[in-house]
């Protein structure tokens, strides 16, 4: 049973930056991409950021694309979520999950393979 840990959640002000990481269990890294989802109050949960576990290769949403960051650590089998000039609007719990894809090509976010985690609360204040 794969599953996620996160962390690095905070109450921040708008502009602020902040880390989050993802640590995995019952997964072999090798395997499959990693993406981070976030869900807002009253919002469904949406895919926002991958990153296959081999090349590297990145997806952002369009919401985030040039404020955020996603990296891993295959030794660590970690991920990070890496947000600068956090907006009101960034506000959610923020979770990650693997994703049984070698890429993240397509609607990656429909390959989500695990249990969710406990996920890690970021709150935005303009």
């Known amino acids: 049973q794969v599953q996620p840990v996160e962390s690095g959640g905070d109450r921040v002000q708008a502009g602020s930056s902040l880390t989050l990481s993802c640590t995995f269990s019952?997964?072999?890294?090798?395997?499959?991409?990693r993406g981070w989802f976030r869900q807002a109050p009253g919002k469904e949960r949406e895919g926002i950021s991958c990153?296959?576990?081999?090349?590297?290769?990145?997806y952002y949403q369009e919401s985030v694309e040039g404020r955020f960051t996603i990296s891993r650590d295959n030794a660590k089998n970690t991920i990070y979520l890496q947000m600068n000039s956090l907006k009101p609007e960034d506000t959610a719990m923020y979770y990650c999950?693997?994703?049984?894809?070698?890429?993240?090509?397509?609607?990656?976010?429909?390959?989500?393979?695990?249990?969710w985690g406990p996920g890690t609360q970021v709150n935005v204040s303009s």
């Open positions: 999950a693997a994703i049984t894809r070698l890429d993240c090509s397509g609607s990656w976010w429909n390959y989500r393979v695990g249990a």
């Open positions: 019952g997964i072999d890294a090798a395997d499959f991409a």
């Open positions: 990153i296959a576990f081999h090349s590297g290769n990145t």
